[in-house]
């Protein structure tokens, strides 16, 4: 009774770490981690006590056992030995042997009675602790996907923003290819300004030649009238 009350007020406690850690949902995952590592640890570490009860427990009633039929022979030696000496004595080994007999029957239901218990206990301890790590792992398993919509929303923010940044960048590359168009338009302008400028004075260089060449004839006639 004792055993199974200890395991009641185990398994509600656990039960009521359960419902704590629900509440604290909304902690970081490093923490909760390391929660689920240490529910880990203390499951196994229930898991090697409750093993090791139930060893020293067959131990103790394989010594016992032992124990008792080591009497027993004894006494049945002493009962063979009394069989020689009268009829009375025999009778009373035989009762010996027979109450020694029923010892050890008691002893060995007893022994198998604890160790049925520490069994039973040690389960209930592991059911309990693997209970608790299994629902510390499913939520475990629910923030993962929050975790991975997390990093895909923080995947495509960073590749919006690399495609703003890549749109940027085309649109300086388009004013820059604008700026050097405006600036060979102008070149060309003033090419072609320049090339008027040119052909303007080929033109009045013409023209004076023209005029030089009247007034030489002018002057020819001049002095051919003179002459």
Excluded: I, W
Aim: charged share 10%.
């Amino acid at each position: 009774m004792g055993s199974g009350k200890m395991a009641s007020f185990s398994f509600n406690t656990l039960q009521q770490q359960q419902q704590q850690q629900q509440q604290q949902q909304q902690q970081q995952q490093q923490t909760r981690t390391a929660a689920a590592a240490a529910e880990t640890a203390a499951a196994a570490t229930a898991a090697e006590t409750g093993e090791a009860t139930r060893t020293a427990a067959a131990a103790t009633a394989a010594e016992t056992g032992e124990a008792a039929r080591t009497a027993a022979a004894a006494t049945a030696a002493t009962a063979a030995t009394a069989a020689e000496t009268g009829e009375a004595t025999s009778t009373a080994a035989a009762t010996a042997a027979t109450a020694a007999a029923t010892g050890e029957a008691t002893r060995t239901a007893t022994a198998a009675a604890a160790t049925a218990a520490a069994a039973e206990t040690g389960d209930a301890t592991r059911t309990a602790a693997a209970t608790c790590y299994s629902s510390n792992m499913m939520q475990l398993q629910q923030d993962s996907p929050n975790q991975q919509q997390q990093q895909q929303q923080q995947q495509l923010q960073q590749q919006q923003q690399q495609q703003q940044q890549q749109q940027q960048e085309q649109q300086q590359q388009q004013q820059e290819q604008q700026q050097q168009q405006q600036q060979q338009q102008h070149q060309q302008q003033l090419q072609q300004q320049h090339q008027q400028q040119q052909q303007q004075q080929q033109q009045q260089q013409q023209q004076q030649q023209q005029q030089q060449q009247q007034q030489q004839q002018q002057q020819q006639q001049q002095q051919q009238q003179h002459n």
